[in-house]
């Protein structure tokens, strides 16, 4: 049996990141399309965010704004935060498994092709009261 693991599951929850968040694993989407996206709203407001997702022709825009939606969704719901004063803390995407298959070429021979998936993880957080 495991020793201590009361404490240790009470010391985890402690020590959890109590932010709102959302993930998106296994997009069919490259890491490196999907950053040229999200550097565009890291610390922005997230109704700013979800507008220039919104007019952004990319095709990881869609994926990364439904994601934001979910954390909002988490924000708003589960930890009863205001809308209006969430922005987004941290975006990143991570590199998840790649697909390898091979493609055909001249006398006989294959080249192989990477098809690269994504793991798209997006932080919200509330901005601090302005003290007067």
């Known amino acids: 049996m495991a020793t201590r693991s009361k404490e240790k599951t009470a010391a985890r929850r402690a020590g959890a990141d109590k932010r709102p968040q959302a993930h998106a694993k296994y997009i069919r ?7 040229i996206v999200i550097d565009l709203i890291r610390g922005k ?11 952004t022709p990319k ?3 869609p994926v990364v704004a439904k994601v934001l939606n979910s954390a909002i969704a988490n924000a708003v719901n589960n930890l009863e935060m205001n809308r209006q004063d969430l922005y987004v803390a941290e975006v990143y995407a991570n590199p998840g ?27 919200l957080d509330q901005k601090k009261a302005k003290e007067a």
């Open 29 to 35: 989407i490259s890491p490196r399309k999907v950053k």
């Open 45 to 55: 407001n997230v109704d700013e965010a979800l507008a220039i997702l919104m007019y």
């Open 59 to 61: 095709a990881a825009c």
């Open 97 to 123: 498994p790649t697909l390898k298959r091979y493609v055909a070429r001249s006398r006989g021979s294959a080249s192989p092709m990477l098809k690269r998936t994504s793991h798209i993880s997006v932080v």
